[in-house]
């Protein structure tokens, strides 16, 4: 066996034999398959946010956001509803869409919503699509409600003002006073609503009968939120959601509209379809398969392309620094040349970069296969996967990447003898590679523009900015030039970085700075 392929067998045999590498082989693909179920079990463990409604107007708004923050967990029983069929249907019997209203698979309305009451609810859903799921599917489990109405305190109901009733409510928020009927007694938020209460009118609005100042408008008519989280929006806006609601269902019937007429009129979606300009007009509708393969694939790649360049120019790095530092590099250049030691690593890490996107891959194809809540999401990304010419495009910007980045790694612990003389030259490098991640957004947005394309023509960026505009056409000259430039920059960086690696892997002492260009000139 040639001695650059001993060599390349020793540094794969090294790390992927490792008592780690094998643990993540064997753990990958299980906390893949554990991850398709992640996201029911978020949702089943999301915590119950208790809140009370101080209502100075009577109590009207109070029941009227209840009753809206009932209707929207009612959309989210419907969407839930929603996936357990796109993962539980067998689709050789049929597909969701084909199951017939309300229980098929649907737009999620007003009407729906009544609909699929009337019919029956969840219980007779589930009795209706029995025959159609996959054998051993488990029975629908509704998720929880998110928001939970607690009762106001009597102290707090008969406090007489906002300012009072913000004041007792504060010990509650805060953690101090345990509120009955709340879970583990905390209050999450709590809302008062003023008894003058009423919208705000547009500006430019004709309607003079809330005809104050902007300070005495919002002591009059504004209603509060309080909640000691400041993080999580979520019950916020679903408050202002509800007060909307109200405010225009008000409105509405001041117009002589019904609350039935609003709610249709919400209904109203305007049927719009995407399309793509191909060869066959015929299959240019927009559908998932094509938005994975142009939207979601080439960022997922060009994330993973980065990301196992550095894991695996990390070893070669220290590596080399431990094979100087203690001598081991001396007893291998007495069996092999400084060039075939370099290639063998070369190709050595470049198998365990490949090795580990394969296994991502692999575990991939399995979780696929589980039966889990994400397994159709998955089963469909590896399809529009293997059905693009991604991977292909993936594995030769990849090694084009790999020369470019682990003939830097490598240099850097050919002049370095511990960590610490490495992070003179990592720290440059680092801001280097990283330059353009602010205008990676750029890219992605717009894949054929100026910022794409002046990123396209830096070598050292090369590999990214193709990877993130693969899939959307960009100019086929465009491309082969820069990929032309970007490998004939890599060929001339072996070239010089191959010279400083030979001259200076037996050297006792790292080389100053300056002395590195005088490396570079001598072949060794």
Partial sequence: MSPIFLVAWREYKQYVFSRGFILLLVMLPILMVAGAFLLSIIENARPQRAYVIYDATGGDYAARIEDEIEKQYAREKLAAWEVYLLTAVDRNI??????????????ITHGRISA???????????????????????????????????????????????????????????GEKALPGAINGRLF????????????????????????????????NEAEYWSDNVTDPTLELAVKRALQSVLRKREAARLGLRDADLERIADIDAPVKMFTPKEDLTNAEVDTGDRLERVVLPGVLTYVLLVVIFAVGNPLLTNTIEERSNKIVEVLLSSVTAHELMMGKLIGIAAVGLTMPAIGLIGTVVASFSGGPASDAMSEGVGALLNSNLLPIFLFYFLAAYIIYA?????????????????????????????????????????????????????????????????????????????????????????????????????ASPPKVREIWRLAKVDA
């Fill in 94 to 107: 049929t597909t969701p869409e084909d199951i017939p209203f309300p229980f098929g698979s649907s737009d």
């Fill in 116 to 174: 699929f009451e009337k019919a029956g609810g969840f219980e007779a859903a589930q009795l209706a699509v029995q025959k159609y799921l996959r054998m051993g599917t488990p029975a629908f489990m509704p998720p929880k409600p998110q928001f939970l109405k607690a009762a106001l305190p009597q102290e707090i109901a008969n406090a007489g003002s906002m300012e009072k009733a913000a004041e007792g409510l504060t010990p509650y928020l805060r």
């Fill in 189 to 220: 938020a709590a809302i008062l609503i003023p008894e003058a209460f009423s919208a705000r009118q547009p500006e430019g609005s004709n309607d003079d009968s809330n005809d104050t100042t902007s300070t005495d408008r919002r002591s009059l």
């Fill in 407 to 507: 003939m830097l790694f490598l240099v850097i612990g050919a002049l370095s003898n511990s960590i610490q003389d490495a992070q003179t030259y990592m720290g440059p490098l680092m801001l280097l590679v990283f330059a353009p991640t602010p205008f990676v957004i750029m890219v992605f947005q717009n894949p054929n523009g100026l910022v794409a394309s002046v990123l396209t023509w830096i070598p050292i960026y090369t590999p990214y900015a193709v990877m993130l505009r693969a899939a959307s056409e960009p100019p086929m000259g465009e491309i082969i030039g820069a990929t032309c430039l970007m490998l004939a920059f890599a060929f001339v960086l072996v070239q010089i970085m191959g010279r400083v690696f030979k001259n200076a892997i037996l050297n």
